[in-house]
């Protein structure tokens, strides 16, 4: 993980000691490894690689906006729920998928379907009590139609 936030625009703390420029700080397990300019799209490139399976399921990506910082966690011992993904205001689970589930079906590959199927092709994300308090959750279908109501006005 940290290999990956110097790729992706990690500051080290000497290199921005007297920089004027508003940074986030970037917390790995606690420990404040350097400072970011764009914590947003970093936050995006960090879920988009979780769902695809290029980083860890259990990689948790918390950004709190009012203090600037962004804090990433990696170790064992943290209790994640899972959670359906929704975009674009529609549920990325499909009845095919349930029916794949339920049915035992065989993929391309001769793999029986698992529930970890669907965390590694971005179907159910795993979330920690943390990263659970910065994301919108929708308890049942109704809300999500209540949530796409009001986002078209």
């Given at each position: 993980v940290i290999e990956f936030l110097e790729e992706w625009g990690l500051e080290s703390l000497e290199e921005n000691a007297h920089s004027s420029t508003p940074c986030t700080k970037v917390f790995v397990n606690g420990v404040w490894m350097g400072v970011h300019r764009d914590p947003a799209?970093?936050?995006k490139t960090i879920?988009?690689?979780?769902?695809?399976?290029?980083?860890?399921?259990?990689v948790s990506v918390v950004r709190d906006i009012r203090e600037r910082e962004l804090r990433l966690y990696t170790d064992a011992g943290r209790?994640?729920?899972p959670l359906f993904i929704v975009e674009d205001q529609q549920l990325v689970l499909k009845k095919k998928h349930v029916n794949a589930l339920?049915?035992?079906?065989?993929?391309?590959y001769g793999n029986e379907c698992k529930w970890e199927d669907?965390?590694?092709?971005?179907?159910?994300?795993?979330?920690?009590?943390?990263?659970?308090?910065?994301?919108?959750?929708?308890?049942?279908?109704?809300?999500?139609e209540v949530s796409r109501r009001q986002s078209e006005g």
């Open positions: 799209s970093l936050v879920k988009k690689l979780r769902r695809r399976d290029d980083i860890t399921a259990e209790v994640c729920r339920a049915n035992h079906e065989v993929d391309a669907l965390i590694r092709n971005g179907i159910v994300e795993l979330l920690d009590a943390e990263e659970e308090e910065t994301v919108m959750i929708c308890m049942s279908p109704e809300d999500l």
